[in-house]
């Protein structure tokens, strides 16, 4: 089986996807824009070539080292980069190629669009926010005259919470169109609620291998816009509804072989047309894994190796790994570098050091939603998880 890989470097971790390919038999062949030289050891260990293009921008450059190892290796039977922002590329490429293991063109624009993934939670019968695509200020006013302030705007087509604002008045909204990029946006009914996301990773048929769940802060967009400290936990138990909601949502897109990252509301005030305190309601499907170091926790919370069980689904189309151990929950937060903390760096260290499983630096390309310098710890449970969180981040008074 021949598998070309874009941007395996990147986030770092994602050499395990390659290594976990190549003991499984396959050719792993790896296109990006970072030199040979400076890649990991474990990447060039798991590789069976690399190709180095000048930017992975230019569709031109990668379409020709695709070609190069079509030539060299034969018919590519997987291409992909596990990464939101090239998932548009690795589709055309698809296309181009005749590779059928993954979305093509045609498809990705409903997975990137968030206009056009309400059609698809409708018919998983899953509840969203009611939504305008932007045009002009008086159809804006419309639309939040029939579901109220607050609403939030984003970008129609983005990754993460980049461009993302919560509009509380009429102020905010003029300030909005006086300033907002020329792309298209849409416009959402505001949902109180906390993130809980569908971490899965799916055969075939869209059915599960492997289930996992986060709990996320109301609003990345915040975080980012704010430059507020990040912190989330990997739960030790996925609710029940949560995962009828995530395997419907994983059917009505069709997200087959893939890993999967869903986020969901989980209400906190009662919506009308929606839910009651507690109900879940779709927000975004995901046809990537969860961001950052993301996979690690789950391995890390449920005694898996994630890595594994897709290098098995693109080879096998089972799961082949069982638990290691028990379940239980695990927590990351980060700070940044701009901001004064209570305790200390090495104080963090004393006190969860026992604990801790990841404690890193993030690169500066997620450093915006992720944070500069990162904590990561088993916890037995929700509350450590959350005082572990409140120790790391509670911030000096100015």
């Not at 990147?10 to 970072?34: I, Q, S």
């Not at 968030?114 to 305008?132: E, N």
């Not at 901001?339 to 450093?367: F, T």
């Amino acid at each position: 089986m021949n598998f070309v890989f874009i941007s395996p470097n990147f986030p770092r971790t994602y050499w395990n996807f390659c290594d976990r390919l190549a003991k499984n038999g396959v050719n792993v062949l790896g296109v990006g824009d970072c030199p040979y030289e400076a890649l990991d050891q474990e990447l060039k260990d798991a590789l069976t070539e690399y190709y180095k293009v000048d930017s992975l921008e230019n569709y031109d450059q990668v379409f020709r080292a695709v070609a190069y190892f079509t030539f060299r290796y034969g018919k590519i039977d997987w291409l992909e980069s596990n990464n939101e922002y090239w998932l548009e590329q690795d589709a055309r490429l698809r296309t181009d190629f005749h590779i059928t293991t993954g979305v093509d063109s045609k498809a990705v624009v409903a997975f990137k669009s968030k206009s056009g993934m309400k059609k698809f939670y409708a018919a998983a019968k899953v509840p969203t926010a009611r939504c305008h695509k932007v045009s002009s200020p008086s159809a804006a006013k419309k639309f939040i005259a029939r579901v109220g302030w607050p609403v939030i705007v984003k970008p129609d087509i983005g990754v993460g919470a980049a461009h993302t604002w919560k509009l509380e008045n009429e102020d905010d909204l003029a300030r909005f169109f006086a300033e907002k990029p020329d792309v298209p946006y849409v416009m959402e009914e505001f949902i109180f609620g906390n993130i809980r996301s569908y971490d899965a990773i799916m055969d075939s048929n869209c059915e599960p291998l492997v289930e996992s769940s986060a709990v996320f802060p109301p609003s990345i967009a915040d975080i980012v816009n704010d430059q507020g400290d990040l912190a989330y936990y990997v739960v030790d138990k996925l609710p029940e509804a949560l995962a009828d909601m995530g395997r419907r949502t994983a059917k009505a897109f069709h997200a087959a072989s893939r890993f999967v990252h869903f986020e969901f509301f989980e209400l906190t005030k009662a919506k009308p047309g929606l839910g009651d305190v507690g109900d879940f309601v779709g927000l975004e499907v995901n046809m990537r894994p969860a961001g950052g170091y993301t996979p690690d926790m789950i391995n890390f919370a449920h005694c898996l190796d994630v890595y594994q069980i897709w290098a098995d689904m693109v080879v096998y189309n089972e799961r082949r790994m069982q638990p290691g151990g028990e379940d239980h929950f695990c927590a990351y937060a980060s700070r940044r570098d701009s901001a004064s903390y209570v305790h200390s760096h090495e104080e963090v260290l004393e006190r969860w050091g026992a604990q801790m499983a990841m404690c890193e630096r993030m690169p500066d390309a997620i450093a915006d939603a992720m944070g500069n310098q990162m904590y990561t710890i088993h916890a037995a449970s929700e509350a450590e998880a959350k005082d572990f969180i409140q120790f790391v981040l509670e911030r000096v008074k100015q």
